[in-house]
């Protein structure tokens, strides 16, 4: 390096490897916790630049540190999601940075996270674009998913639930009880969670030998505003549902209020079922009959996946799922004069 050229630095060693803070000072510290080729991509950047520890001062190891990011903060599903996330963080001495994710993310962002040091984003339940994702690829930015509502490449590492086998085991239960006109107030129909339960749900009726009703499927977000609205649409129907299975907690309490409104008592003369098991299925009255996502459980396994991914572990699988059960309460009950 000649004597007017500006001294290497962590963060310039970090930028040109393409990897984080955190991962160049482990090569430095002869941590064993980095692949071998990044730590010999590293080693090779560090003898380039001319890098070296100032004088006098043995290399500190930065804190570790991810970013989570929503579409929504506020939800109960999110603070569920959150709590699993710093859980794990605490347990692996990770710092979690939490925030929303840009209207456009763009590469700039994506490159200020890397060289702030970032191990890497956790995004949940956020539409992402094809040119997001590669712009985390190009910042060397390692990247999964929590229950995306689309997967713009198959390579985008994602954590979600048996949503299927949840719309399955939610319809079934209904079917039970002696209900045959029963609809699906879902989320967002580009949604992949969405789909896979409203698939599960035609499934179930069609085990059952019941025709699936298009009139009795509808989409909207997932929150309390657009159950109410579907809640009421389905319920104002010349032959109204006996019973509903909403898409989220949020969207079958907006179901429940709509045949409150209408006269109408859950679960006497509408049952109804949600997803996702949050704080609001207990609190809701009734207490909400639901099929229970592992929230907690998707949050601890997107971090330690994430951290594998920084440490530039192979993964055996891009998509993991966690089991789904369904929880009875009392918005369910048996069909008047079914058998």
């Known amino acids: 390096m000649s004597a007017g050229s500006q001294r290497a630095t962590l963060a310039m060693v970090a ?24 730590r010999e991509r590293v080693q090779d950047v560090i003898r380039e630049l001319g890098y070296l520890p100032q004088p006098g001062r043995r290399p500190v190891t930065p804190a570790r540190v991810v970013d989570l990011v929503f579409d929504d903060l506020v939800s109960p599903y999110s603070l569920e999601v959150l709590r699993g996330v710093t859980e794990a963080g605490v347990e692996t001495a990770v710092d979690v940075v939490v ?18 040091g970032r191990e890497g984003l956790i995004v949940v339940t956020s539409e992402l674009t094809r040119a997001q994702v590669e712009g985390f690829a190009r910042a060397g930015l390692p990247l999964v998913v929590i229950d995306p509502l689309n997967l713009p490449r198959v390579e985008v590492t994602s954590v979600g639930a048996t ?70 649409r389905l319920l104002d129907l010349r032959q109204p549902p006996t019973a509903v299975f909403a898409g989220s907690d949020a969207t079958a309490l907006g179901v429940m209020e709509a045949a409150r409104r209408r006269g109408l008592r859950v679960p006497e003369d509408l049952s109804v079922v949600g997803f996702d098991d949050t704080m609001l299925a207990e609190l809701a009255t009734p207490a909400l009959t639901t099929v229970r996502q592992p ?26 799922e966690l089991a789904t059960h369904l929880v009875v309460r009392d918005s369910t009950t048996n069909l008047q004069g079914a058998p």
């Open 15 to 38: 930028e040109a490897a393409g990897v984080s803070m955190p991962t160049v000072s482990k090569v430095l510290n002869g941590r064993g916790d980095v692949a071998a080729a990044t």
């Open 295 to 320: 929230l907690q459980d998707m949050g601890r396994v997107a971090l330690r996946t994430l951290l594998r991914l920084a440490a530039g572990e192979t993964l055996d699988s891009h998509h993991v």
């Open 99 to 116: 925030g929303r994710l840009p209207d456009h993310g763009d590469d700039d962002w994506a490159r200020r996270l890397r060289v702030a």
């Open 163 to 232: 949503n299927w086998n949840g719309g399955v085991a939610a319809t079934e239960h209904l079917l039970r009880l002696g209900h045959r006109r029963i609809a699906y107030a879902g989320g967002p129909v580009q949604a992949s969670c969405s789909q896979a339960r409203q698939h599960g749900y035609r499934a179930a009726l069609e085990n059952a030998g019941i025709a699936v009703d298009p009139e009795l499927i509808l989409h909207g977000a997932f929150g309390y505003p657009d159950g109410l609205e579907m809640g009421g």
